[in-house]
């Protein structure tokens, strides 16, 4: 069984940080990668970032990357997203997936989590 389990999410003002949290189980934990994407009302799933388990290795979207900053414990068979300087357009469901490779294409993966919601607001 697969299983991807994201947590961290909620309601924050502009300017505030959050850590979104990934933990991987089963053949999600086998997949060589992790990726993080989100997606807002109307809009398509975006790529924010990507790590490897084996040796780290990070792969950001130019529109997050100095903002967002990808890590993992493979002890903890968790990866997290930590995301500063937050705004209102980063509000959106985040969810991560895992795969054989650090791609930018959500087709790529092939496990996703449920999915948590961050919302921005003043």
């Known amino acids: 069984q697969a299983q991807l389990t994201e947590s961290g999410g909620g309601l924050t003002q502009p300017g505030n940080s959050l850590r979104l949290s990934c933990v991987a189980s089963g053949r999600a934990f086998d997949s060589p990668a992790v990726g993080w994407f989100r997606q807002a009302p109307g809009k398509e799933r975006e790529f924010l970032a990507a790590i490897r388990w084996i040796g780290g290795r990070t792969l950001y979207a130019s529109s997050v990357e100095g903002r967002f900053t990808v890590s993992r414990d493979n002890a903890k068979k968790t990866v997290w997203l930590q995301m500063n300087n937050l705004n209102p357009e980063d509000t959106a469901v985040y969810s991560c997936?895992?795969?054989?490779?650090?791609?930018?294409?959500?087709?790529?993966?092939?496990?996703w989590g449920q999915g948590t919601q961050v919302t921005v607001s003043s």
């Open positions: 997936a895992s795969g054989d490779y650090m791609r930018k294409s959500p087709g790529d993966y092939d496990y």
